[in-house]
């Protein structure tokens, strides 16, 4: 079926599949591998997308009930040579090993700092606890966005 | 699959009459997890996102509010309900809706909405009916819903008391599901309320320890204990692999005695 | 010996460099084994068994094979080569043999034109079983005699004893390495037979040294690339679904791809084993120890992985880095139904340290001793025999010196909060600072690097000079603890240009770095890089006629002489070693003899919040000292123990998978947990640099230690808050309620 939605500043449509999620959608419909599919279940955060100014678990998202919506993958947040102030913050400060996690790491963080330029060091940790990472122990990835945040 | 998007409640009570066996898809963080593992594979979806009307809060909560929402306020009990639901993008996705239709005794919402006898508004397209929340949670994952009906909100009434609070307990310091979980809320005139989760096979009441708690007026520390134990004699836990039965019955009592202190400190 | 002078080189040793990886991680550009795709590609999936044994009394593929969309659905007999697999002994059936061991076995696999037909052919495969009754506990495995190895320790007079006795029995559950991405493969047929395999592996030789024999062809008609690893931590150590995915696409003559979903990866990667151990330790009353005893029993699931291995891990590190001339050690890797174990970060020293760790503290607290003083009386240095196999350790291994350098580290302020965040239960609301107890608990590890028991382990490497820079060619696979960094790091310093690439070598053109485990890489593949590179130096001064070597080229007395474009015109520069570390031996019958090739060190102190009447525990730092030899990157060697010390937390009070008459029943992220941002405690660490021998820069391997010693680090601070003895990990809240 047809869906219509616009993806990371552009208007797409697109055909889904029946039971397809977004996460699928993007990974397999759209050549769009960044967000990763690591529980399908909204345990791990490695799918995070902005829609519609949320972030959410894309594997939690009917794709063809996200018609009309406007959704930013981490595809849309930076580029190799124009990288996100999140993404830069977390390659300077040790935030990246298996790299696995890391795309929901700069979408939900990217999506933080929008909110709030200067968070503190525990409003970092609980916007982040959505997502999981297995191998920093977060330490990496928690002074890589204090040191965004000015702290 | 078909889906059907209405825009407005009118068009969703049609479509839910017109395919009444239809899955019904909020904010999917329930319905997804059995998608994407297969269990689940609905002919029909009538989804819910983009009916306004389901996400007011007013006096009532709409379904449709999500725990994002609901964690501003401006109840306090499910404030800090809301805080605990899953992370911060299953809070952006998933509504107080969800957590009645799926009717997991896990549901962190639902000792709120027991605590204060809330009912919970259902619609169809040939009418509506208020169901208070045990005659709505029939059991394990099982309500009252017809086919052909939608939760359209919770309503609250009109006496609500500011000492409330929500305790849950779970092994992990965010994103879990609770091993088990509490609301207490204490009334001006001393009646007490205690709802626990995740120690039956519904949110239940504690309705002796509730009963024992509200002729104090102010307890002692006896009085205090003697609460905890009923609390913890009252629930229906079981033993799974999240926990064990007497684990469970142990911490529910601990937890509304601690509650309840909050409550009391509140003055 | 060429001199290195690395002075000019930006981006050498010992700097925090940034990782070559880095960019594509953060934009989403890496491509992991399940992000790729190819032209013509179908899916796989496969049947598993949902018993933990069972005998397939019937299969019927028939329903599935004439399904649209499906392409091929293959059981134990369309396997053409070797029916099993596995790395020490083949005796795991690429497919099931008739019987179900375990729960999740694989019985066949589909490939069809996308993974919804594949799923629903799965589920169109008509299964009979016979459900039998499961051998599920390991102590009556042991009684059955169902023993995949037994390793023995007798060392030192047996007749000796100990005025001061301290006896204990310890128990670890199932860990599982829950990496963030999940087992997959694509395997791309050549058109010729053969074909092309990018899978989640740790170590591509050993894995493609099984697969060609099953699927009975040359062994040069597979080659298996190094891939996008989202993290492995051992789970990737044993195969997976490789042959299930070259089977399908030899069988098609198709590109096929296989991605396992959560749900299946839990019983699809081998876990940490397991354990029960039994120990006596006894000591003089000054605190000299005397005897230790120990008999240790392994959970080794169904089939052998690399059990064997592991159970003389946990038996040769059975005591800790401690002196003690009396030693009886049994250990046993059992068979089971239980899902499969085998290499999870620690491999066996695990178990042994929490055991060992926590007779320690019961030792001192039998001889009114402070724990830390009873440790370092005992502790053994450069010099002193292991106090299990008796060799001589001639590496760095300085206990005293991490305990002390531990000790000094400023302990974190008192609990001064009241924000949820910070107190044990977290946003649970569950606890107030008025219910907490602070504890404060230590442990010392010692760990072996690289593979023992005469294992013939090496690791090749070439390096090549070329016009553009340096070219680093090998098998060694990058996981995400930043080994690409390193080898960069090493080329560049050693050779004295600074632009280089390592590039990914599959197993056709390259002989084996070994596996990315056992702490290895950065002493073996770094090991061969530095000598190759030194050789390429040493190669290009010679040709070039000068005394240095720069990005810009050859000098000499501080005259540029020839340019790298001038120095190459006559072909690139190449060297290729085959790096070995010093050779180990077998145990003798005593478990005696020169087992290990290097060790390592390290200690760990804890300090937790416990909510005693709830059970809650809020980990609030762990802090470490570890000789890790040489610094070659701070920011990695940070990353790698700040990484392993969550896991090593996770195992104290979160991480088991629960496993009921062989089933697992929390195989999601729903239910085993996963320590979260505000589960993650501070981390402070002193890093000692003294050189292995035989290290690159003297640089050790340091990927394990950090996991190892700080579960039992955690242990302790909550005994020591609780009171409680706690002889199980992980700590669950109903083990310190005792309700």
């Known amino acids: 079926m047809e869906v219509r939605f616009r993806l990371n500043g552009e208007d797409r449509s697109v055909d889904v599949g029946p039971a397809q999620s977004l996460l699928s959608l993007l990974r397999d419909g759209l ?46 947040l930076g580029s190799d040579d124009a990288l996100h102030p999140v993404q830069q913050a977390l390659i300077d400060g040790g935030g990246v090993q298996c790299g696995f996690c890391t795309p929901g790491f700069v979408v939900a963080a990217a999506h933080l700092f929008e909110s709030n330029p200067t968070p503190d060091t525990d409003e970092i940790r609980e916007a982040l606890s959505g997502n999981i990472c297995r191998c920093t122990g977060y330490g990496g990835i928690l002074r890589s966005l204090e040191g965004l945040a000015g702290r | 699959m078909e889906i059907e998007r209405p825009t407005d409640i009118a068009a969703a009570l049609v479509a839910l009459a017109e395919t009444p066996d239809a899955t019904v898809l909020a904010g999917g963080t329930d319905l997804m997890v059995e998608i994407n593992f297969g269990h689940a594979r609905p002919d029909r979806i009538v989804a819910l996102r983009r009916v306004g009307e389901l996400k007011e809060l007013n006096g009532s909560i709409g379904s449709g509010v999500s725990w994002a929402r609901l964690e501003q306020g401006p109840h306090r009990a499910l404030a800090q309900a809301a805080r605990t639901v899953g992370s911060p993008q299953i809070r952006a996705a998933g509504t107080i809706g969800g957590n009645l239709a799926t009717a997991s005794p896990a549901g962190d919402g639902l000792p709120f909405l027991a605590a204060l006898d809330a009912e919970v508004e259902v619609r169809s397209a040939t009418g509506s009916r208020l169901l208070r929340w045990d005659e709505f949670l029939t059991g394990p994952k099982q309500n009252a819903l017809e086919p052909g009906e939608l939760i359209h909100s919770v309503v609250l009434p009109e006496e609500i008391p500011v000492r409330q609070e929500f305790g849950k307990v779970g092994v992990r310091n965010a994103m879990v599901i609770s091993a088990v979980m509490a609301c207490v809320m204490r009334y001006d005139d001393g009646r007490t309320r205690v709802a626990v989760g995740s120690a039956g096979p519904t949110t239940l009441r504690a309705r002796r320890a509730e009963e024992m708690m509200s002729a104090e007026s102010s307890p002692s520390e006896a009085a205090m204990s003697e609460f905890q134990r009923i609390v913890s004699e009252e629930v229906k836990p079981i033993t799974d692999h999240r926990s064990t039965e007497s684990y469970r019955r142990h911490a529910a009592g601990v937890v509304a005695r601690r509650l309840l202190e909050r409550c009391l400190e509140a003055g | 010996m060429t001199t290195t002078t690395g002075a000019r080189v930006r981006g050498g040793v010992g700097e925090s460099v940034q990782r070559p990886d880095g960019v594509p991680k953060v934009t989403g550009n890496f491509a992991y084994v399940s992000d790729l795709t190819a032209e013509g590609m179908l899916w796989g999936a496969t049947l598993r068994s949902p018993y933990a044994r069972a005998r397939l009394v019937l299969i019927d593929t028939e329903p599935a094979l004439t399904m649209p969309g499906v392409h091929a659905v293959l059981t134990q007999e369309d396997v053409p080569g070797r029916k099993t697999f596995g790395q020490i002994s083949a005796d795991q059936p690429v497919l099931l043999d008739g019987e179900a061991r375990f729960w999740g076995e694989p019985v066949a696999v589909v490939a069809a034109d996308d993974p919804e037909t594949a799923r629903l052919a799965v589920a169109a495969i008509g299964v009979e079983w016979e459900e039998l009754e499961p051998l599920v506990d390991m102590e009556e495995a ?51 037979g053969g074909l092309d395999l990018w899978v989640t592996s740790q170590w591509t030789h050993e894995d493609h040294d099984q697969i060609w024999r099953s699927l009975n062809v040359a062994s040069d008609q597979v080659r298996q690339h190094p891939s996008g690893i989202g993290g492995a931590f051992g789970a990737r150590e044993d195969i997976s679904l490789h042959l299930h995915v070259c089977l399908l696409a030899l069988r098609t003559g198709r590109p096929v791809k296989m991605v396992y979903n959560r749900e299946e990866s839990f019983p699809g990667h081998v876990h940490r084993h397991p354990a029960r151990l039994w120990y006596r330790h006894e000591a003089d009353p000054d605190g000299t120890l005397v005897r230790v005893e120990a008999k240790m029993i392994l959970d080794g699931g169904a089939y052998t992985d690399t059990t064997p291995a592991v159970v003389g891990n946990a038996v040769y590190f059975a005591v800790g880095p401690y002196n003690v001339d009396s030693v009886a050690v049994d250990g046993y890797g059992v068979r089971t139904n239980n899902p499969p174990t085998g290499a999870m970060r620690g491999f066996g020293v695990v178990q042994a340290c929490f055991a060992h760790e926590s007779q320690m503290d019961r030792l001192a607290a039998q001889l009114g001793m402070d724990p830390l003083e009873l440790r370092r009386r005992n502790a053994m240095t450069t010099g002193d025999p292991m106090p299990t196999t008796g060799q001589i350790i001639e590496t760095s291994l300085p206990t005293v010196e991490v305990i002390d350098r531990l000790v000094a580290l400023p302990l974190p302020p008192r609990l001064d909060s009241d924000d949820p965040r910070n107190l044990p239960g977290g946003t649970g609301l569950t606890t107030t600072p008025e219910y907490v107890t602070r504890g404060v608990g230590y442990a010392v590890s010692i760990k072996n690097i690289a593979f023992s028991e005469a294992f013939d382990d090496f690791a090749e490497a070439r390096v090549v000079l070329t016009p553009s820079g340096v070219e680093v060619y090998t098998a060694a696979v990058e996981v995400g603890q930043g080994m690409v960094t390193v080898l960069q790091q090493i080329a560049r310093t050693a050779v004295g240009v600074e632009q280089v690439a390592v590039i990914p070598a599959d197993t056709s053109t390259i002989g084996s770095a070994g596996s990315t485990s056992a702490s290895r890489q950065t002493q073996m593949t770094g090991g061969a890089v530095l000598e190759a590179a030194q050789a390429v130096r040493k190669a290009a001064l010679a040709r070039g006629g000068g005394d240095d070597l720069s990005s810009e080229g050859v000098w000499r007395a501080g005259q540029l002489v020839m340019t790298l474009d001038d120095l190459c015109s006559a072909g690139p520069i190449s060297e290729h070693t085959r790096f070995r570390h010093p050779l180990t031996v077998e145990p003798d019958e005593h478990g005696q003899g020169d087992l290990h090739a290097d060790f390592a060190i390290a200690a760990h102190r804890a300090v937790v919040d416990v909510d005693t009447e709830l059970g809650l525990v809020r980990v609030v730092q762990v802090d470490t000292a570890q000789d890790v030899g040489f610094v070659l990157n701070p920011q990695s060697v940070r990353g790698q123990i700040e990484g392993g010390i969550m896991q090593g937390v996770g195992l104290a009070v979160m991480e088991e998978l629960i496993v009921d008459r062989g089933v697992i029943l929390n195989a999601s992220f729903t239910d085993y947990l996963l320590p979260t941002f505000l589960d993650a405690p501070d981390v402070e660490m002193v890093l000692i640099e003294e050189p292995s021998p035989w290290g690159p820069f003297g640089a050790k391997g340091l990927g394990e230690p950090p996991t190892i010693s700080s579960t039992p680090a955690v242990a302790a601070a909550i005994r020591n808050a609780t009171g409680l003895e706690l002889n199980r990990v992980p700590i669950r809240p109903q083990d310190i309620t005792g309700t």
């Open chain 3, 142 to 192: 042991l009684d059955r005699d169902e023993v995949f190895r037994y390793a023995p320790v007798r060392r030192g007079d047996q007749t000796a004893t100990g005025s001061v006795v301290a006896e204990g029995f310890y128990e670890v559950g199932m860990q599982d390495q829950a990496p963030l991405g999940t087992e997959a493969g694509l395997a791309i047929p050549d058109g010729e």
């Open chain 1, 31 to 76: 050549g769009l591998p960044g967000s990763k599919n690591a529980c399908e279940q909204g345990e791990c955060g490695s799918c995070t997308v902005v829609m519609d100014r949320q972030a959410v678990c894309s594997c939690l998202v009917l794709a063809a009930d996200a018609d009309g919506a406007d959704i930013t993958s981490v595809e849309g």
